[in-house]
């Protein structure tokens, strides 16, 4: 059995019994298989010290556990074991630490941030090197894994470089949803330690760390990360440039035990157990819709054939409909009324909102005619004090140009003429061409839906053979490809019914009844 098949069984075997602790056992496991730290933030009673003695037993060879609860009153001796007495009569100053954390391979500490200044110094030591100060000398440790836990942040300055040291940060809630709590209530299954035959040993984990260290990292992965930084800034999360190296290696890790050649984007779901601070606010749930929109971002550009399949569209309803001219060359258009016209578009003024003149407006000149038409008109009344032209509105004289400015001049109005279209005409030669240039970025699509159809499989037998990303991650993950899919589908449709449409263009023998010889 291999690497990937025995943690597949392990992760399985870690959550038997427990709803709902699907993704804490197995970010439990590779963080063990890493060789990287955990921490859990939640209340009493939802599996978090339960989950960390399962680990050690996921390893073949005789690895202890060791676990201990800290308060602001906890000694040394309490977490690295006793001072030696028989070292103490030779004047030599070292502890006892089988059976303490110094000697685990996996520990599990409770309250982690009570640690006070006397156990501090020595734990992140451990943490981080993997090694121990007893006396005048530094050993290495056996530790796979410090699984940590609290119900509350860190809150003085001198804790922010224990808490960094947790690579793996996840939430453990008390079970919410109704049908997790009547599988809760109803689940009969017992857990069993793994058999040996699934248990991981000192040589694999060996080759798990060598195997991953060299794995290289896709381009779109280290953009990510850039991105991811910059994003967290934004955020106020700290994400220190040790933390953002360990959880490379954690990606690499999680990448060589998937059977994958190289960090894909694929690994990328684990950052969102790794990249924030605070539990008590939404930053999780924020990095996990920021993480999945940035993958979407990452996948294929279609916007080149969409260009390509509007250029291909445009030139065709250039060809099949063509702007009809006159007999002198000038371009026809119809007007509102269907009327043909060389004109454009028409500018003037409509005389009141029923009378536009049929769509062609009217002049200032015919404005003022109407006006003097319709009401009372004089050719020398007094306004304002002067003689000029006044009409008569509701009984009162006013001047004709004022009343112009004041009613019409801020009225211009301009209505665009349709233009007259009339068949192309073409050579059957040239149709065929005009169809060729079509099959052509047909068969483009078709390689690029190959393509994109065969990078899907390739991703989903690579999440399928993942122990760690779950089963429903595989649809968000693909979405942007399969929209991809979608839009090729409908280009494709698109430029079908572009050769049905060539197929109807009107062809001719006769030169001069071509609408472009030259096309």
């Known amino acids: 059995m291999n690497i990937n098949q025995k943690l597949k069984k392990l992760g399985e075997h870690l959550e038997t019994g427990l709803v709902g602790r699907r993704d804490h056992a197995r970010m439990l496991l590779l963080a063990a298989v890493a060789g990287e730290n955990a921490i859990l933030f939640g209340p009493p009673g939802t599996a978090k010290s339960l ?102 942040m860190p809150k003085e300055s001198e804790l922010e470089a224990l808490y960094d040291r947790f690579i793996i940060r996840m939430r453990v809630d008390r079970l919410k949803h109704e049908d997790e709590l009547v599988n809760f209530l109803t689940n009969k299954a017992e857990y069993q330690k793994p058999p040996i035959d699934i248990r991981l040993s000192k040589d694999e984990l060996s ?143 409509e005389y009141n909102s029923k009378d536009d003149n049929n769509g062609k407006l009217y002049t200032e000149v015919q404005i003022k005619d109407k006006l003097k038409t319709d009401n009372q008109y004089s050719a020398r009344e007094i306004f304002k004090g002067n003689y000029c032209e006044c009409i008569a509105i509701n009984g009162k004289w006013v001047g004709l140009e004022a009343h112009f400015i004041d009613i019409y001049s801020k009225n211009l109005k301009k209505f665009k003429h349709k233009p007259k279209m009339e068949n192309g005409v073409y050579t059957s030669e040239q149709r065929e061409r005009f169809k060729t240039s079509v099959y052509d970025l047909i068969n483009t699509l078709k390689s690029k839906c190959s393509e994109i159809s065969s990078q899907i499989q390739k991703i989903t037998l690579s999440l399928d053979s993942s122990p760690w990303t779950p089963k429903e991650y595989q649809e968000s993950h693909l979405a942007g490809l399969r929209i991809n899919l979608q839009e090729i589908e409908k280009h494709q449709h698109t430029l079908e019914n572009l050769i049905i449409g060539y197929d109807k263009l009107l062809v001719t023998s006769d030169t001069e009844k071509l609408t472009d010889p030259s096309a």
């Open 51 to 152: 989950l960390a003695r399962r680990l050690k037993d996921c390893f073949a060879d005789d690895v202890k556990y060791f676990e201990c609860l800290l308060t602001k009153f906890s000694m040394p001796e309490e977490v690295f074991g006793p001072v030696s007495l028989k070292g103490l009569e030779q004047d030599i100053f070292r502890r006892v630490y089988d059976r303490y954390m110094p000697g685990a391979g996996i520990a599990f500490i409770d309250e982690t941030f009570k640690a006070n200044s006397a156990i501090l110094n020595s734990m992140l030591t451990i943490l981080n090197e993997r090694e121990f100060d007893t006396g005048n000398e530094r050993i290495k440790v056996p530790l796979r894994c410090v699984v940590g836990a609290s119900n509350e």
């Open 207 to 349: 080759q798990i760390s060598q195997a991953s260290a060299i794995l290289p990292v896709d381009e779109p992965v280290i953009r990510l990360f850039l991105d991811l930084r910059e994003w967290c800034q934004g955020k106020g999360i700290k994400l220190s440039d040790r933390r953002l190296l360990k959880i490379r290696e954690l990606l690499k890790a999680a990448a060589y035990t998937s059977n994958r050649q190289s960090v894909s984007l694929s690994e990328t779901w684990v950052i969102r157990y790794c990249a924030w601070d605070d539990f008590g606010s939404r930053q999780f749930e924020e990095l996990v819709e920021w993480l999945d929109s940035h993958i979407d971002k990452q996948q294929q550009d279609l916007s080149g054939l969409s260009g390509r399949v509007d250029a291909e569209q445009s030139s065709y309803e250039k060809k099949a409909k063509t702007h009809k001219r006159n007999e002198k060359g000038k371009l026809i258009f119809v007007d509102k009324n269907g009327d043909e016209t060389t004109k454009p578009d028409v500018e003037g003024y």
